[in-house]
C-alpha cells in the first residue's frame, strides 16, 4: 500500500484554467516536500510545510497542510505552460530520516 | 544548484552483468539517497547513506548493494542486473535527513537488456 495517496495521477489543461492537487494519507508527518519534476531532470523542492494549517503562496502556487497534518494540497492559479512537470509530494514521519513519495501527479497545460 | 552529480547518464547493459552507478556531491552533506522511478511507481527508495559506512535499505532493496567510503561519493551497485532493474535511478542529498530539502541529481538512465 502507498504511504502517501496523490490525486488526480493526470491533469490536462488549458492554459488560464485553475487546478488543485491532493496529497493524502492516513499518517501523520511531521513535515509534507512538494517538489516538481521536468523531463530529463531530477525533482526540485517547491516547498516545505511542517505546521498544521499551514498555508503558503510561492507566486500563483498555494501550498496548505492540512489541521491534522495527514493531507496537502497545491493549487495553481491560472495556469501557464511553464507549469507543465511531474508533481511529486512527499511526507516525513516523525523521527524518519527519510522522506516518503507519492506517486506524482503529471501535469500539461496546453496554450 | 546543490552541487550533485551522477554518472553515467545513460547505460545500456545485458542481463547478469554487473553495474556501479555512482553519485558524487560538493555540499559534504551526511545523507545520500538511492531511488528508483519507475512509471506509475513514483519515487521508491533503494538504500540511504546517513554517514561515511553507515549505510541502511530501503523499500526496495533487493538486487542492490551501496557502499560509501567517502562523505562526497555514493555507489550503488547492481550484482548481477535483471531486466526488472531497467529504471532511472536518481541519487539525492539532504544536510541533516527528516524535513531538510531533498536536492536531486539529474539521474541516470539504466537498460537492462
Known amino acids: 500500500t502507498q504511504l502517501l495517496e496523490q490525486s488526480p495521477q493526470f491533469l490536462s489543461i488549458q492554459e488560464g484554467e485553475n487546478l488543485t492537487v491532493y496529497c493524502n494519507s492516513s499518517?501523520?508527518?511531521?513535515?509534507l516536500q512538494w517538489y516538481r519534476q521536468e523531463p530529463g531532470e531530477g525533482p526540485v523542492l517547491l516547498v516545505t510545510?511542517?505546521?498544521?494549517?499551514e498555508v503558503k503562496k510561492l507566486k500563483r502556487l498555494t501550498f496548505q497542510f492540512g489541521d491534522a497534518r495527514k493531507d496537502s494540497s497545491l493549487h495553481i492559479t491560472a495556469a501557464q505552460p511553464g507549469d507543465t512537470g511531474l508533481y511529486l509530494c512527499?511526507?516525513?514521519?516523525?523521527?524518519?530520516?527519510?522522506?516518503?513519495f507519492g506517486r506524482g501527479t503529471s501535469l500539461i497545460v496546453h496554450p | 544548484d546543490a552541487g550533485i552529480t551522477q554518472s553515467p547518464r545513460h547505460k545500456v547493459t545485458e542481463t547478469g552483468t554487473p553495474v556501479t552507478l555512482r553519485c558524487h556531491q560538493t555540499?559534504?552533506?551526511?545523507?545520500m539517497y538511492w531511488y528508483r522511478q519507475d512509471p506509475g511507481h513514483g519515487l521508491r527508495l533503494i538504500h540511504y547513506?546517513?554517514?561515511?559506512?553507515?549505510?541502511d535499505k530501503g523499500e526496495v532493496s533487493d538486487g542492490y548493494s551501496v557502499s560509501r567510503s567517502k562523505t562526497e561519493d555514493f555507489l550503488l551497485t547492481l550484482e548481477s542486473a535483471t531486466s526488472s532493474q531497467t529504471s532511472v535511478y536518481f541519487c539525492?542529498?539532504?544536510?541533516?535527513?527528516?524535513?531538510?530539502?531533498?536536492?536531486f541529481g539529474n539521474g541516470t538512465r539504466l537498460t537492462v537488456t
Open positions: 539525492a542529498i539532504s544536510a541533516t535527513g527528516g524535513n531538510s530539502p531533498l536536492h
Open positions: 499518517s501523520v508527518f511531521s513535515s
Open positions: 510545510v511542517v505546521t498544521g494549517g
Open positions: 512527499a511526507g516525513v514521519t516523525g523521527g524518519s530520516y527519510i522522506p516518503t
Open positions: 555540499e559534504n552533506h551526511r545523507y
Open positions: 547513506s546517513y554517514g561515511v559506512k553507515d549505510t
